[in-house]
């Protein structure tokens, strides 16, 4: 795993509640991507958190509260089908530096309690044969909560971090359930 002053990737993903209440949007734009040789890259939220040591391998395997696993390959046309977690694999690799793109997920979620919640998850950015090359936890930036004892903050203009395994993100905002609202990385 590269540390955070060996890898060139910056950006970041952010991830809200869609207006009607149905899946996230998410709005990703990343860049310094190494050599395409090394691509197209993929990207996944994971199951736990990045640990503070910053270790992208800690994070373990990719969102998949249904138990589906990785064989057979995730198929676009029938998202419904693949992993919560497997963003590239629905909505498109990374075949471009920079990469933007933005796009409802119907499958993913930030209400927590919910298996596909991604509040306490994190990103890892891979190359295509699964190297990570560098990852970032969600955390709540803005919006509002019916629960007395969460505070949120907010965020006018997110600063991405510029390291390697990142642990700071910030964002968007929108208001979710119980307890979370705008949720995004920085790289």
């Known amino acids: 795993m590269k540390g955070a002053d060996e890898t060139q990737i ?12 149905t899946g996230v949007n998410f709005n990703v734009n990343l860049s310094g991507f ?6 197209p890259f993929i990207y996944h939220i994971h199951d736990q958190p990045v640990p503070a040591s910053g270790n992208c391998t800690a994070t373990l395997a990719h969102l998949d509260p249904y138990i589906r696993g990785e064989q057979p ?21 990374i075949t ?9 997920d119907l499958y993913s979620a930030t209400k927590q309690g919910l298996g596909a919640f991604l509040g306490n998850r994190s990103i890892v950015v891979h190359t295509s044969n699964a190297t990570r090359l560098t990852c970032a936890n969600f955390v709540l930036t ?9 505070t949120t903050g907010t965020s006018a203009t997110p600063s991405p971090f510029t390291g390697g395994a990142a642990s700071n993100f910030a964002g968007a905002t929108a208001v979710v359930g119980v307890v979370i609202a705008g949720l995004a990385f920085f790289l």
């Open 96 to 104: 471009t530096s920079p990469f933007q793109t933005s796009y409802l």
């Open 73 to 93: 390959p995730c198929d676009p046309t029938h998202p419904e089908t693949c992993q919560v977690g497997d963003l590239s694999g629905k909505h498109g690799n």
């Open 142 to 150: 803005s919006g509002s909560s019916n629960s007395s004892n969460t």
């Open 34 to 39: 190494p050599s395409s040789t090394l691509g």
């Open 10 to 21: 910056r950006g970041y993903v952010a991830a809200t509640t869609n207006a009607n209440g």
